[in-house]
């Protein structure tokens, strides 16, 4: 229409209905997996807190499984709930034993294949009904190394067992003397938002397990990957 200056507007119906927007469209419904669900979309099972490449062909009585080529690669990380990593809602920090000394030689490397590589973490609900939300993609960037039977490892053992992440009755003294007789890693971590980056749901049939080596641009890793899978990799104590 054109009003009595000559300028041209446009009217718009007040009887035309515009939906509001509800909770759902503003913050999109948070994805839940299972254990089985991270291993259909990764082809890696979960086990632990940093979930490397895996071999998943079955053990033989007469010979140890032969080791997956690129076991040293995290593939995914699965926080368990909030006892269990008690510096993570409040500094995004994690502690860890058992692959400290892996994390430690790889973080030491003029280029590492783990830090500052975006990888996809899940945090365990705390309902224990075994699924896990994804709470975006992240990359570990630091690393601090705390020494066997030291103030600050006997500190955070005393606060992991005061959150009850262990049992109603803590930890035994033989368990005790084990873990803090070898060495832990708190690692830092940073969220990454770049909006190219694929949803979970996205990922079918083991697709995971290849894009979040392609979003870490290790292009030869992908190659041994894919190598690996079809059955032509080689080991030195023969075919797969």
């Known amino acids: 229409m054109v009003d009595h200056d000559g300028i041209h507007t446009i009217a718009i119906s007040t009887n035309q209905y515009i939906k509001p927007k509800t909770v759902e469209d503003i913050i ?34 007469y010979r140890a499984p032969l080791s997956h080529p690129l076991n040293d690669l995290v593939c995914y990380i699965t926080i368990p709930s909030d006892d269990g990593q008690p510096e993570w809602n409040t500094k995004n920090v994690l502690w860890a034993d058992g692959s400290a000394e892996k994390l430690i030689k790889d973080y030491e490397l003029k280029e590492s294949k783990n830090f500052y590589r975006t990888i996809p973490v899940f945090v365990m609900d705390s309902d224990k009904f075994g699924k896990y939300t994804f ?38 003294e033989k368990k005790w ?20 980056l694929k949803g979970i749901s996205e990922l079918k049939n083991g697709e995971g397990g290849e894009y979040v080596l392609k979003v870490g641009r290790l292009n030869e890793e992908l190659k041994v990957l894919r190598e690996y899978e079809s059955g032509g990799w080689k080991v030195k104590n023969g075919s797969r």
């Open 177 to 196: 003397k084990k873990s803090c007789s070898g060495r832990w890693v708190k690692l830092g971590f940073v969220q990454v938002k770049e909006k190219f």
């Open 135 to 172: 709470i975006g993609w992240w990359k570990y960037t630091s690393l601090k190394v705390i020494e066997p039977f030291s103030d600050e490892l006997m500190e955070m053992m005393k606060l992991k067992e005061s959150t009850g992440a262990y049992s109603k009755y803590g930890k035994s």
């Open 28 to 61: 999109p419904p948070l994805q839940k997996f299972t254990k089985r669900d991270l291993l259909e979309i990764f082809g890696q099972p979960q086990k632990r807190t940093l979930n490397c490449y895996t071999n998943l062909s079955s053990e033989s009585l």
